[in-house]
């Protein structure tokens, strides 16, 4: 009596395996991560801000208009922190440059709570996709 060998297909599976912006270009996850969210949440905080437009007299049509101009700096933040998103190197640099101009334009280098809240999460976000870029550069 001869045993019949079956012969088994060797079944390949597929693994699709996603992958996002952290996974191609950064190999700590954390460095990472935390510039992206620290810039979130500050645009989140400064947003706060552009609801006082609300408060006034004027026409819902004039207080609209106030908040849209109240939002200019989170809609730059936010360009900014897409920029940043995809170039850390320029976009570290980008939000550097960016703390600057907040320092120098709503005078918080007058006090410093006001420097640690408004410039501050700034300048910390540009030095963390920096530091992020140049990690990710010595591969």
């Not at 992958?19 to 992206?36: F, T």
């Not at 004027?58 to 989170?74: M, Y």
């Amino acid at each position: 009596m001869k045993k019949k060998v079956s012969k088994k297909k060797s079944v390949k599976k597929r693994v699709i395996k996603t992958e996002n912006v952290c996974d191609r270009v950064c190999e700590n996850r954390v460095l990472c991560w935390v510039p992206r969210i620290l810039g979130i949440l500050f645009v989140a905080f400064i947003s706060l801000f552009a609801l006082d437009a609300f408060g006034g007299d004027g026409s819902f049509g004039e207080q609209l208009l106030g908040f849209i101009i109240h939002l200019v700096p989170s809609f730059v933040l936010v360009i900014f922190l897409v920029i940043a998103w995809k170039h850390e190197k320029v976009g570290g640099w980008l939000y550097i440059l960016l703390g600057v101009v907040f320092t120098i334009f709503f005078d918080t280098y007058e006090e410093l709570i006001t420097f640690l809240l408004i410039s501050g999460p700034v300048f910390l976000t540009g030095v963390l996709f920096l530091i992020s870029a140049m990690r990710n550069s010595k591969k």
